[in-house]
């Protein structure tokens, strides 16, 4: 399971999401084995006097927080985090410089999804990657 969240400029942000959003899904489907139709993505379009950041950042400044169930490898996790650096590089023209990646992961019994612990749920793809 995983929960992504972005955090952008308004007026950077909206007008990438669906391609950002696309970019995020190949890379986790890359780096974790990820099913095609899991995706769980918010984007929080920020008010440029709500959104503070170093002066060495510009306007195209990402944070993308991951939430997973835990349990990949340590491997696995630096290939997500370097397919994202390159890929939102690649296809949005967001230099490294300006993408922030933090990745959270909780034991599954920490997790409620369709009414049940997340423990208790049959998945239908790996975690332990």
């Known amino acids: 399971m995983g929960q992504i969240k ?55 400044y990402t944070i993308i927080e991951i939430s997973i169930f835990e349990g990949r490898s340590v491997e696995a996790k630096k290939r997500l985090i370097n397919l994202l650096i390159a890929r939102i590089d690649n296809k949005l023209k967001i230099s490294p410089q300006d993408i922030e990646i933090t990745i959270f992961e909780t034991p599954k019994h920490n997790w409620g999804i369709r009414g049940l612990p997340g423990d208790e749920l049959a998945l239908h793809y790996k975690v332990n990657i």
Request: proline residues 5%.
């Open 6 to 60: 972005i955090y952008g400029i308004k007026e950077r942000l909206t007008p990438i999401k669906e391609t950002l959003s696309d970019v995020i899904h190949s890379c986790l489907i890359d780096a974790f084995e990820y099913p095609h139709n899991k995706k769980f993505h918010r984007f929080f379009p920020m008010e440029q006097e709500n959104f503070y950041f170093e002066s060495n950042r510009t306007m195209a």
